[in-house]
C-alpha cells in the first residue's frame, strides 16, 4: 500500500473533488460522494479555488509524494506498524485543526488508511511530525482490542495525547502540536473535573464525545487533545513509556498517575 498516488488523481479532477475521491465510497462503506466529500472537508479537505490549486503545484514540485512514502517505510520498519494506504490532499483554510497542529495541516487516520491535508511546508520536519502522529493512531488502533467506533471519550483523548508523545520523542519537542501547551496545569485539572472526567465513556457515536475532544460551545478548543497530552505527561513523570507500550497499554492506565 503506502502513498496513492494522488497526485495524478488531482491533475486529472482537481476542480471536481467530488469526483475524485469517487474511489474510496467504497473504504467508507459510503455511496454518496458529496457527503464523503463533506466529512473530508471538516478535517482540510481542499476546496478547488486558487489558492489550493497553486498548494498542489507546489506540493508536486516538492516531491511530498516521495517524501511521506519514504516516511513511512520508516516507522513502519521501526515500529513494525501496518502497511495502509495514505491519501495525500491540498489543505484548505479552515478546518478543526486549522492553526493547531503546529502549523496549517491537518490529518485523518483510521485503523486502515491515512488521509493527510497539507501546505507547502518549509520545514521537512513538520511534515514527519503531522505523518507521526497520525501514524502512531494507526498503530495504536490496531493493537487496541476494539475498533475504533468503539473507543469512548478516555480512548480518544489518550490516543491523542500518546501520539503527540511518539512527536515528542522522534521529532523534539519544538515540534508539537500547539494544543499541548495551551492550557497550564491548573486550567487542565479546572477543566478535567468540569468538563471532562463524567463523559469519560461517552462513545464516539455521541455529540458530546466530539464536543469535549475539539472544544467548541461551551469547552475550550481543542480540550480533549490538551487534557490527553497533559494525562500522558504526569505519567510519563512517574513512570517509563516506551513508543511499544504507547500502542498497547489500555488508557485506563495512564488515569491513576493522573488522577494523583
Known amino acids: 500500500m503506502g502513498v496513492i498516488r494522488t497526485d495524478q488523481w488531482l491533475k486529472e479532477s482537481f476542480d471536481k473533488p467530488e469526483e475524485l475521491i469517487k474511489p474510496l465510497l467504497t473504504d467508507f462503506n459510503e455511496d454518496d460522494s458529496h457527503k464523503l466529500y463533506a466529512f473530508l472537508e471538516t478535517f482540510g479537505m481542499y476546496s478547488p479555488n486558487r489558492r489550493s490549486k497553486k498548494i498542489f503545484d507546489q506540493l508536486v514540485e516538492k516531491d511530498s509524494w516521495e517524501t511521506v512514502e519514504r516516511l513511512h517505510k520508516k516507522y513502519k520498519k521501526k515500529w513494525q506498524g501496518p502497511d495502509v494506504p495514505i491519501y495525500i490532499f491540498p489543505i484548505a483554510a479552515g478546518g478543526i485543526f486549522s492553526d493547531w497542529h503546529g502549523g496549517m495541516k491537518s490529518g485523518l487516520s483510521f485503523s486502515d488508511k491515512?488521509?493527510?491535508f497539507l501546505p507547502v511546508l518549509q520545514d521537512e520536519k513538520e511534515l514527519e511530525a503531522l505523518f507521526v502522529h497520525?501514524?502512531?493512531?494507526v498503530c495504536r488502533i490496531n493493537k487496541q482490542?476494539?475498533?475504533?467506533?468503539?473507543?469512548?471519550?478516555?480512548?480518544?483523548?489518550?490516543?491523542?495525547?500518546?501520539a503527540e508523545y511518539a512527536v515528542e520523542m522522534n521529532c523534539g519537542k519544538q515540534y508539537r502540536s500547539k494544543w499541548c501547551t495551551k492550557f497550564t496545569r491548573d486550567e487542565i485539572e479546572e477543566y478535567w473535573n468540569r468538563y471532562v472526567k463524567d463523559h469519560?465513556?461517552?462513545k464516539k457515536n455521541k455529540r458530546v464525545h466530539d464536543q469535549v475532544l475539539f472544544g467548541g460551545k461551551r469547552y475550550p478548543r481543542m480540550l480533549g487533545y490538551s487534557v490527553g497530552y497533559e494525562i500522558i505527561s504526569i505519567f510519563r513523570e512517574r513512570e517509563v513509556l516506551t513508543i511499544k507500550n504507547?500502542?498497547?497499554?489500555?488508557?485506563?492506565?495512564f488515569l491513576p498517575k493522573f488522577k494523583k
Not at 246 to 253: Q, R
Open 114 to 116: 491515512i488521509f493527510l
Open 134 to 137: 497520525e501514524y502512531h493512531h
Open 145 to 162: 482490542q476494539k475498533t475504533i467506533n468503539q473507543f469512548n471519550l478516555l480512548d480518544s483523548i489518550v490516543l491523542e495525547g500518546l
Open 200 to 202: 469519560l465513556d461517552v
Open 246 to 253: 504507547s500502542f498497547i497499554l489500555e488508557a485506563e492506565k
